[in-house]
């Protein structure tokens, strides 16, 4: 057994580190405070072909896993952009999932081509106001008529929607109470984001300015048959297998963030003089974070087992979920001790921790919760009664 | 015409370089190793001569233990065609590296080399110079421009009154600068390319060049540590003090 990345996966480090390296601490400043989508970052990642990584290599990507995605993302978020500079880029490598699986020749043609090239973006319109994490509840439906369907409906929390060209869209085609089971009647679509028949609502939020969110209201869309992924009614079905990849992309971007909080405030404290002598020298600002360097790594350990174990084809709902639980929580408590080590200068914009604690909530929330995860774990592997 | 880029791999530049408790060198257990950065601006600048018809194969050359097919991977996703590894894993002084990399250009047929000026760990600064003469080639060293015509290079170099320029018959001898060029990064299609491209390791013994060391290193220490400065209340205060104390106006 060899815990370490191999030669490829350390250049993947290497690669992409270097093109972060080229985007400063001003640069992620400007994007938070202007809310400004970092268009920038984004072209130089797709033009070094970083967009493509999990894409087949037939459609211009690299076909390489989970593992090196993850690899990528850690980079990505602690080279000082955070959760915006992962958000950035971080639908692309597993949104797009059901096409390469699901979709046809030519919609991979049609569609994956452009996304790799960074020429277009997706917004993913999954989740809803009626249904969070209870996504078979989602009220949004698309009507079959000849040649497409209508579709009408609300999604919520939906990610670069202001940027997006195209949206990939799950809406109902048959009403729930109608399916045999719960999880059919669903169906993916992955269509033009017409803005005259969508509207897009930035909503406000704590952090991650830069990337928005927002909620979308979709009246009567029109979308032809060609746009649909895989067969009508099993849509949600198709999005299950790249559950598991964003949980632990996700996890690995609270990681990479708070291993840049940390760094920050290491070297922070070790300049610092109090009393004639660095405060890094006070156990009382020492101890918690070596001991915060402790909970990043072995959370980056825990990403890399769950992602082992999918790209290897194996079962790892009970390690992605445990991982991105882990890692959240170590990039949160991160980035919090580095405000803190900081005190008054870590409450500046001018020191950055705190516009990286602000993102640093966002992980622990998403995609999943804290709590949806201990339910997951305590039905799923400890064998006791379903809690909801 | 085939232009050889040697280059090595050294503890990266962002690290902070600490001495062994015994004295003996350098720490290098879990430290980062990349690619010497001068050696990079070589990389792009063949890469550059071959995007401009200019040049037809790149070979690099690393001199160095088996991690070193790393460095070389790293050269191959910048736009290097082949790779030789000539393997090691004692320390190689520059007239070592210049005799390895002589024979490897006569073996190859090599129509013009680029160096870096120095690498960054021993800042030794000798290899380019001695590769010259150890093949009888012209040299150009420290270049910030580097043109090619007919049979020569044209290479601007950094001096210290300013910028000369030298025309050297080819095949010659060019070492890098740090304003040569701005080295690309690799794409990731690039880095998978260069997976399948050859790389060959071979051994001092192979090409029949002596590599034992001349120099014997005595002991590494770490500079002495900087003394805290002083505050001046005014501007003549300080040229006093520069006047009279440092004695240096």
């Known amino acids: 057994m060899e815990i370490a990345l191999n030669e490829d996966q350390r250049a993947v480090q290497d690669g992409v580190a270097k093109i972060v390296g080229r985007f400063d601490d001003e640069y992620w400043t400007r994007c938070d405070s202007d809310a400004r989508f970092p268009h920038e970052f984004h072209q130089a990642m797709a033009e070094a072909g970083w967009l493509g990584i999990t894409m087949p290599e037939s459609l211009g990507g690299a076909g390489l896993g989970v593992t090196e995605a993850a690899i990528m993302m850690h980079e990505v978020a602690r080279g000082g952009g955070g959760m915006a500079a992962a958000s950035a880029l971080h639908v692309n490598l597993f949104g797009p999932h059901p096409i390469v699986v699901h979709g046809t020749r030519e919609q991979q043609e049609r569609w994956l081509k452009p996304l790799i090239d960074g020429r277009e973006k997706v917004a993913f319109g999954v989740t809803e106001p009626n249904a969070g994490l209870d996504t078979t509840s989602i009220e949004t439906f698309a009507k079959k008529t000849a040649g497409g369907y209508h579709v009408r409906g609300r999604k919520m929390w939906t990610t670069t929607a202001q940027e997006a060209d195209r949206l990939l869209l799950l809406a109902r085609t048959t009403p729930k109470t109608e399916c045999a089971r719960k999880a059919d009647g669903m169906t993916l679509f992955y269509t033009p984001l017409d803005r005259s028949r969508i509207e897009v609502r930035r909503i406000e939020k704590m952090g991650r300015a830069a990337v928005d969110s927002n909620a979308l209201f979709i009246d009567d869309l029109f979308i032809p048959d060609e746009d649909r992924i895989g067969e009508e009614g099993k849509g949600f079905r198709y999005l299950f297998d790249s559950l598991n990849p964003e949980r632990i992309l996700f996890g690995m971007e609270a990681v990479g963030l708070g291993r840049d909080a940390l760094r920050r405030a290491s070297a922070y404290a070790k300049e610092r003089v109090v009393f004639g002598h660095p405060i890094g020298q006070n156990q009382a600002i020492q101890h918690p974070l070596a001991e915060k360097w402790a909970y990043l790594e072995s959370a980056y350990w825990m990403c890399l087992r769950a992602a082992w174990l999918y790209d290897q084809g194996q079962p790892c709902g009970a390690e992605a979920n445990a991982a991105k639980l882990i890692a959240a929580r170590a990039g949160y408590d991160a980035a919090l001790q580095a405000v803190m080590t900081l005190g008054g200068m870590g409450y500046a914009k001018e020191y950055q921790v705190e516009r990286l604690f602000r993102e640093s909530v966002l992980p622990r929330i998403i995609p999943v919760t804290e709590q949806l995860i201990l339910s997951y774990i305590g039905e799923n592997v400890l064998d006791l009664p379903k809690s909801y | ?249």
Not at chain 2, 87 to 94: G, I, K, R, S, Y
Not at chain 2, 151 to 180: F, H, K, M, N, Q
């Open chain 2, 1 to 249: 015409m085939k232009v050889l880029v040697a280059v090595k791999r050294v503890v990266d530049y962002n690290v902070k370089v600490r001495v062994k408790a015994d004295g003996s060198g350098v720490e290098t257990t879990n430290v980062k190793f990349s690619m010497n950065p001068f050696d990079e601006i070589a990389v792009e600048e063949a890469v550059r001569l071959k995007e401009a018809g200019k040049a037809q194969e790149i070979v690099v050359v690393s001199i160095g233990p088996a991690q070193a097919q790393e460095t070389l991977r790293a050269a191959l996703a910048m736009g290097a065609d082949r790779a030789i590894l000539i393997q090691t894993d004692e320390a190689v002084e520059p007239l070592a590296v210049a005799k390895l990399i002589a024979a490897i250009a006569k073996r190859e047929e090599i129509g013009l080399a680029i160096l870096g000026k120095q690498a960054i760990d021993d800042d030794s600064n000798q290899t380019g110079q001695m590769l010259a003469a150890l093949l009888g080639w012209p040299q150009g060293t420290f270049a910030s421009k580097l043109a090619l015509e007919e049979g020569r290079a044209v290479v601007t170099r950094e001096i210290d009154g300013g910028l000369e320029t030298v025309s050297l018959a080819l095949p010659a001898v060019v070492t890098t600068d740090l304003r040569l060029n701005t080295p690309r990064y690799a794409s990731l299609p690039n880095i998978m390319k260069a997976k399948k491209k050859p790389l060959e390791t071979t051994f001092a013994v192979d090409l029949d060049v002596d590599i034992a060391p001349r120099l014997v290193t005595l002991k590494v220490e770490e500079p002495p540590k900087r003394k805290a400065g002083v505050k001046v209340a005014d501007a003549a205060t300080l040229v006093d003090k520069l006047k009279n104390e440092a004695k240096v106006i």
